[in-house]
């Protein structure tokens, strides 16, 4: 070796600890910008699981009440109108009176009554109305607390200390009186899985978002899937190369970049304020969000079209089909899974859809169960906004466990879509 | 009545068949003449009923304005519908019938009777439109007809015409919100709409109620969107930047097949979720921070809002690089190496300033749809428009007054409703403009190395 290249060999050689030091700093920024992002996945589903899981079990007091004609009002089992205007709620009241015998006073009265859900009056009208024999027995009975015991309840035995929020400290000596004879516990919450929405956080459930949900979806996908494949094949198959089918193209891919809360616009001025659609039902829900997934079923669809061999087509001409014959029978048919997998993710985006939702009246209070598309309904999302607005405490807890459900729900679409994929996915 | 058609269509052709001597002596298969029927039958009769669905309530409502007495007769366009509205119910049954003048009870039965009659009318047309079509297009059969062509062209129309409904779905948006913005620069001038600085949609019912000025200068809101979206790039770019460079360029493959779809999970969390996230578990925590350290942070700051939007961002922003540095070419990375470059060099030199366009326009992508978010701005930012850049601060956005303003009661004729779809309009063109430019950018980058 000469001279100058060994000077040159001797300038790199000086440099070349800092380059590796750059080198692994430069390394370092990569890692921790990869476990950035899976330590904000984590936290966000310990936040939400650590918050939620209690709401899938939900607090029971156990009453023994009595069915007394008198107190009820009741003096012919058979009659509906005397069942319907019995006064539950009283002896609701008189158990709580008889299980606590040393309460006096006006206020106390008050919080003691508030200890249960003013949902069991309900519950007892159900119980004698299926079994009109209880009249004139007693009968130990669970019934939902109200949602401060319930808190207060769920806190007791948490890190933090117990939560007592409303609930005052004779109420709290109550609860503690409760725990100690066994009458108070916590059970799975069917409640919330069935029942709909309601002011009180105990009644509270998501059984009309899911249901409401599953109805918009419905409307989403039959309008969507068709008209995405049918765009789709037109795209790929059949559309001559000319300034028509550019602008087209061009449209489709504004229109997937979009945001979605200009589609709320689009379904209030359009849909409802022209075509006078209903606000607030699945219908319209649907019309908006096939609208937005549109673009996604459209590109998947392509790309799906486009992954079938020419072979395919060429061999389908040559034996003298007519190109819609071919496509019909064969292209459309090998195309199917990845169209599929695409409609899929695209409902999975629906179904987690907020914004444009709000625009359309999706948001009001409403404790009925859908039972059709033309119902006044909410979706899931939308009832996990509305939860989160809420001011009461216990609703916390309904929101995270609303999210789990939400979260499993697009997990369990997203793992099919995977699945079918891997599953049905072919190499040519 | 179609699926008779499809039946008698296709027997009548293999009758021809039979005639001729096998189905080969025919122009088309059998089942292609069926459709042919059920299509000449099918959608002339569909087309006519949604003609008529569409103009039945003009008709009907212009008859029987026509059929009420001079007294009721309204003057202006609010009356008119005032009365509609008063006739319908009375016909639904929504209005009690007692106490009301008998002019109007009139009208109610006479829209009944229209509604009737119409329901009659447009039944028997449609079925007799379907029964003559089905049958022209059964009389007209033969064996030479070239049907297949005939049902794949109506096929064909059919696709084009879904295809063709993004281009009405564009129309559609941008017909509603610019018609609604028309009229709102009506009420309020463009100009102060763009530059006024001060931002306040309540409007005064009466001339004496307090507090109700209604100014609707959007500089407040575009200065708090641009501030969330800054915070939120400023999170994004460089987590999802760097990811991608490491995944696409130092991860073995387990390390890949696994941190590719953790970080892909933040993708698919509804953005409903991260608000939640945001306001109940983020915002306090930044809050509870500030205080500490003797700083004033409200309880909506944008540093709140704008960090979980970063994190929503970050799988985009990867994902896309990631597509864009493996689109780089082998070539290029093995030149810079046998050059004696480190790996970092050829990233940094190399393969960063090859991928730049395309990068550029990912991170485009990113900001547009960073300003058209909602649901995170919304449950997390606040509503107070103030004309700060204090990221501890509350802010509102675009999105979050176009929420606020149409939520619950809409009324089309004030400002403030208005201006939402001015509001929309601004944010339609914006990420519209940004998308365009974006999407130009990446298509052209793909085609440098194809």
Redesign the interface.
């Known amino acids: 070796m000469n001279k100058p290249s060994n000077a040159s060999t001797e300038r790199?050689r000086k440099t070349l600890a800092k380059?590796?030091r750059?080198?692994k700093r430069?390394?370092l920024?990569?890692?921790?910008?990869?476990l950035?992002?899976?330590l904000?996945?984590a936290t966000?589903f310990v936040?939400?699981i650590g918050?939620g899981h209690g709401a899938f079990r939900q607090t029971y007091i156990q009453l023994s009440v009595d069915y007394e004609p008198d107190a009820l009002g009741i003096s012919d089992i058979n009659d509906t109108q005397q069942l319907a205007l019995a006064d539950f709620s009283g002896i609701v009241k008189k158990s709580l009176r008889t299980r606590f015998a040393d309460v006096s006073g006006r206020s106390e009265k008050r919080q003691l009554y508030r200890l249960v859900s003013n949902s069991a009056e309900y519950e007892l009208a159900n119980r004698l109305k299926t079994n009109n024999g209880l009249l004139g027995q007693s009968e130990k009975v669970w019934v939902l607390a109200d949602d401060d015991v319930d808190t207060y309840f769920k806190s007791l035995n948490s890190r933090d200390g117990a939560f007592v929020g409303r609930t005052s400290d004779k109420q709290q000596e109550w609860i503690q009186s409760l725990i100690e004879a066994g009458e108070i516990e916590l059970r799975f919450n069917v409640n919330f899985f069935t029942s709909g929405d309601s002011r009180e956080p105990e009644q509270a459930g998501i059984g009309g978002a899911i249901v409401g949900s599953l109805f918009t979806l419905f409307i989403t996908l039959v309008l969507s899937f068709?008209?995405?494949v049918?765009?789709a094949?037109?795209?790929e198959e059949?559309?001559p190369k000319n300034r028509?089918?550019d602008?087209?193209e061009?449209?489709?891919?504004?229109?997937a970049?979009?945001?979605?809360?200009?589609?709320?616009?689009?379904g209030?001025?359009?849909f409802i304020?022209f075509f006078h659609v209903p606000r607030s039902v699945p219908l319209i829900g649907g019309l908006v969000l096939a609208?937005m997934t549109?673009?996604t079923i459209?590109i998947s669809s392509r790309a799906a079209i486009k992954a079938v061999p020419p072979s395919i087509r060429e061999a389908g001409i040559g034996i003298g089909a007519?190109p819609?014959q071919v496509v019909l029978h064969h292209v459309l048919p090998l195309a199917l899974p990845g169209m599929l997998t695409g409609t899929i993710i695209g409902m999975?985006q629906a179904?987690?859809?907020?914004?444009p939702l709000?625009?359309i009246g999706m948001?009001a209070f409403i404790v009925d169960v859908p039972g059709g598309i033309t119902d006044p309904a909410t979706v899931l999302?939308?009832q996990?906004?509305l939860w989160?607005?809420s001011p009461e405490r216990a609703f916390?807890e309904k929101?995270?466990a609303a999210?789990m459900v939400?979260?499993a729900f697009?997990?369990t679409m997203?793992t099919a879509a995977v699945v079918l994929r891997k599953r049905l996915e072919r190499r040519w | 009545m179609s699926t008779l058609a499809y039946v008698f269509g296709r027997r009548r052709s293999q009758q021809f068949a039979r005639q001729l001597g096998g189905v080969r002596n025919l122009h088309s298969l059998p089942s292609y003449y069926g459709m042919r029927v059920a299509l000449w039958c099918g959608l002339p009769s569909v087309l006519l009923l949604f003609l008529c669905l569409a103009l039945e309530e003009t008709i009907i409502s212009n008859m029987l304005l026509a059929a009420i007495p001079d007294e009721i007769r309204p003057n202006s366009v609010a009356e008119y519908n005032l009365l509609m509205n008063k006739i319908e119910n009375l016909a639904s049954g929504a209005l009690p019938t007692e106490g009301v003048t008998p002019a109007l009870l009139d009208a109610s039965t006479a829209l009944m009777y229209l509604r009737d009659t119409s329901q009659r009318l447009m039944t028997g047309l449609a079925l007799l439109v379907a029964g003559g079509g089905g049958f022209w297009g059964w009389w007209r059969m033969s064996a030479q007809l070239r049907a297949?062509q005939q049902v794949?062209k109506v096929?064909?129309t059919?696709?084009?015409l879904?295809?063709?409904?993004?281009?009405f779905?564009?129309l559609?948006?941008l017909?509603?919100?610019v018609?609604?913005s028309l009229r709102f620069f009506q009420q309020v001038p463009v100009s102060e709409f763009l530059f006024g600085l001060e931002w306040s949609p309540q409007t005064a019912i009466r001339a004496d109620q307090a507090g109700g000025s209604g100014s609707f200068g959007a500089v407040p809101l575009f200065l708090g969107t641009l501030l969330i979206s800054l915070i939120a790039m400023t999170v994004a770019v460089?987590?999802?930047?760097?990811?991608a460079?490491?995944?696409a360029e130092?991860?073995s493959s387990k390390v890949r097949s696994l941190?590719k779809p953790?970080?892909e999970?933040?993708a698919?969390?509804?953005?409903?979720?991260y608000?939640?996230?945001a306001?109940?578990?983020v915002a306090p925590l930044i809050r509870d921070t500030g205080t500490s350290m003797g700083l004033a942070v409200t309880s909506e700051s944008a540093l709140a809002a704008g960090l979980v939007m970063g994190?929503m961002i970050?799988?985009f922003i990867?994902s896309l690089a990631d597509d864009v540095i493996n689109a780089v070419p082998q070539t290029l990375r093995d030149g810079s190496l046998a050059l004696?470059a480190?790996?970092?060099?050829t990233?940094?030199q190399v393969i960063i300033p090859a991928a730049l366009p395309g990068i550029v326009g990912g991170v485009l992508?990113a900001v547009?749809?960073a300003?058209?978010?909602?649901?995170i701005v919304?449950?997390a930012a606040g509503l107070a428009a103030k004309l700060t850049v204090n990221p501890l601060d509350t802010v509102t956005t675009v999105?979050v007054q176009?929420?606020t303003l149409?939520?619950g009661d809409?009324e089309?004729d004030s400002a403030k409703t208005l201006s939402?779809?001015a509001l929309?309009l601004m944010?339609?063109l914006v990420?519209?403009a940004l998308?365009?430019v974006?999407?130009r950018v990446v298509k052209k980058y793909r085609e440098q190395y194809e």
């Open positions: 790199i380059r590796y750059s080198e430069f390394r920024y990569g890692i921790m910008a990869i950035f992002g899976v904000c996945v966000l936040d939400i918050k068709p008209i995405g049918a765009a094949v037109y795209l059949f559309a028509l089918t602008f087209i061009v449209n489709i891919n504004n229109l970049a979009v945001p979605s809360i200009i589609f709320g616009l689009l209030l001025a359009i304020n609208v549109l673009p459209i007519s819609m999975a179904l987690g859809e907020t914004a709000l625009m948001v999302p939308v996990i906004f989160a607005d916390v929101t995270s999210i939400l979260l697009l997990i997203n | 297949r794949e096929l064909k059919c696709l084009l879904c295809a063709s409904l993004a281009i779905t564009t559609g948006i017909l509603s919100v018609f609604e460089p987590a999802g930047l760097m990811s460079i490491y995944l130092y991860a941190a953790t970080l999970i933040l698919g969390v509804p953005t409903v979720v608000g939640y996230f306001a109940l578990t994190i970050i799988p990867s004696g480190t790996h970092s060099e990233i940094k992508l547009s749809r300003i058209g978010e909602t649901m919304v449950m999105t176009i929420v149409l939520v809409q089309f939402a779809f929309g944010l339609f990420t519209l998308n365009f974006a999407l």
